[in-house]
C-alpha cells in the first residue's frame, strides 16, 4: 500500500512511514485536478482540504482528525488495515527510504547514552543516516493504532 500525503499532513506520513508504508509527501490542489496523480492501484491520496469533495476519486480520503496520531488511527479504521499489513521501523520517518539494521556497536556515539544502554535493536536510514530504534513513544502510539485494529 502507498500514499501520497498532502503537504500540511507531513506529520501523518512520517507515522504512515513507521508503519512500513511508502509514503510520499506533496503538495495536492484541489484548485488543479490536472497536477493530480493519476489514479493507481492501492495508493491512496490523503488530505484534510474540503475542497477536494467535489472529486470523485476512490483512491482520495479526505480526513476529519487534526493530529497525525488521529489522522493515523483514521486512515487505519477506514482502509480496513490489520496489524499483518504492518512492517514497523521499516522506513525512514524523515525520507521514506527503507532502513537497514545497525549493528549496535555501531550505534555508541550516534544515539544518546542511556538510548544506547537501554535498547538492543537500531535501525539506520541509508540515505539520510538517521538512527532509529523501538522507544516507548513509537511503542505508545503503535499500542493505540493496533486497538484501533481489534
Known sequence: MKFIVDLPLAGL?????????DAEVERLSPGFPQNLPPVRPHTYLLTRQQAFNRFRREDLLILAAAAPEGQLEEVVSRLGIKAGDLNLLSRC?????LL???????????????????????????????????????????????????
Open 13 to 21: 506520513a512520517k507515522w504512515l512511514r513507521f508503519c512500513g508504508f
Open 93 to 97: 520517518g524523515q525520507c521514506n527510504a
Open 100 to 150: 537497514v539494521p545497525l549493528p549496535r556497536e555501531q550505534a555508541v556515539g550516534q544515539v544518546p547514552e542511556h538510548v544506547f544502554h537501554t535498547q538492543e535493536q537500531f535501525h539506520q536510514c541509508p540515505q539520510c543516516r538517521q538512527v532509529y530504534w523501538p522507544g516507548s513513544h513509537l511503542r505508545g502510539i503503535m499500542a493505540r493504532v493496533l486497538e484501533k485494529m481489534a
